[in-house]
């Protein structure tokens, strides 16, 4: 079950909820407002969170949490 997949470390967002796997990640995504989504940092991470959950593979998975941080950072939604 790759999205089950946990990140390298959980992530604590503004509002006190935490990313913890990679179907977490994916929520967060999909929660955001369709303009953000389409901003490129965002649709790299959603690129890496899919390659991830297909693959498995823990570098794909570390890859992927590093994007999420940068793109999290970039949009100040980070605690």
Known sequence: MPWTSRLKSP????GGRSVETLADA????LELPEY???R?????????LM????????????EAYWQLMRA??????LS
Do not use: F, H, N, S
């Open 51 to 62: 390659a991830a959950a297909q693959g498995g593979k823990r570098e794909a998975i570390d």
């Open 26 to 29: 994916r929520t967060v995504i």
């Open 72 to 77: 999290l950072k970039a949009d100040r939604m």
């Open 11 to 14: 992530i604590k967002l503004k």
């Open 36 to 38: 953000q989504q389409r």
């Open 40 to 48: 490129p940092y965002w649709e790299y991470t959603a690129q890496l």
